[in-house]
């Protein structure tokens, strides 16, 4: 009898672990709360009357953030893998990091390079892997 309990135990384990690990190689959008946790989903919208952001992370589920809450949005760690902000007029920002602050959205280009970009002047944020 204690044998079987240790095995169902390791089987539960073994399969906890490799759905965290799943998890941890999706790549996608990672949401940094402040509270410490991260959040990780494909697509990531905003709703224009509440202005709280929805990150779908499967077909079936998603979670609705409040962009106050968000510390920092980033691309999974692949090094290949961006998030592309098109602007409304058509230009085209691409990078690995965002950041929220009310109607403003703070791009991450570089070490030292960021750039400040108001809400209503984004048409839509995209993960793209390449």
Do not use: H
């Not at 941890?24 to 402040?34: C, D, H, N, R």
């Not at 990780?40 to 990150?55: H, I, M, P, V, Y």
């Not at 058509?90 to 970009?117: N, P």
Request: with cysteine; charged share 20%.
């Amino acid at each position: 009898m204690k044998k079987r309990l240790v095995w169902w135990t390791l089987a539960v384990t073994v399969w906890a672990a490799v759905g965290a690990a799943a998890q941890e190689a999706q790549s996608g959008f990672v949401i940094s709360l402040k509270n410490g946790s991260t959040v990780r989903g494909r697509q990531l919208s905003r709703d224009e009357a509440t202005g709280k952001l929805r990150l779908a992370m499967s077909d079936s589920s998603y979670a609705v953030i409040a962009p106050e809450d968000t510390a920092a949005i980033q691309s999974s760690a692949s090094a290949s893998d961006s998030i592309n902000i098109r602007l409304k007029g058509g230009s085209e920002l691409r990078c690995k990091e965002f950041a929220l602050s009310g109607d403003i959205v703070t791009v991450k280009l570089g070490t030292a390079t960021r750039i400040e970009v108001r809400w209503n002047e984004i048409d839509s944020i995209t993960f793209a892997a390449q």
